[in-house]
């Protein structure tokens, strides 16, 4: 059984940093792109950021370039979502998600493995 379990998340002040971490259990980590979304209150799901399987290479959405840096540890089968000078507007429960294939991915749908989310929340 494939498994996402997310962590890190908490309450923040505005321009603080938090590390998410996700850890991927059933299934071959090192074959698997990997996506961060979130999906703030009363919003849609929205995408984060993603990682490719082998090369590592990382897709960011436009409002969190530069402040947002996904990085992954294959060894540990771990992927990480560094968020650093946070704003209100990032409060959102952030999820992880993986896909069967190695290239990433920007929609959603194309993830076919959830975790559960870890909610992050930022104070003015």
């Known amino acids: 059984q494939v498994q996402l379990v997310e962590s890190g998340g908490g309450l923040v002040q505005t321009g603080g940093s938090l590390r998410l971490t996700c850890t991927l259990s059933?299934?071959?980590?090192?074959?698997?792109?990997l996506g961060w979304f979130r999906q703030p209150p009363g919003k849609d799901r929205e995408f984060v950021a993603a990682i490719s399987a082998r090369e590592g290479h990382t897709s960011y959405a436009n409002s969190v370039k530069g402040r947002f840096t996904v990085s992954r540890d294959n060894a540990r089968n771990t992927v990480y979502l560094q968020i650093d000078t946070l704003k209100p507007e990032d409060t959102a429960v952030y999820y992880c998600a993986a896909r069967k294939t190695a290239s990433r991915a920007l929609a959603a749908k194309d993830y076919d493995y959830w975790g559960q989310g870890t909610q992050v929340t930022v104070s003015s």
């Open positions: 059933g299934r071959t980590f090192s074959t698997s792109a």
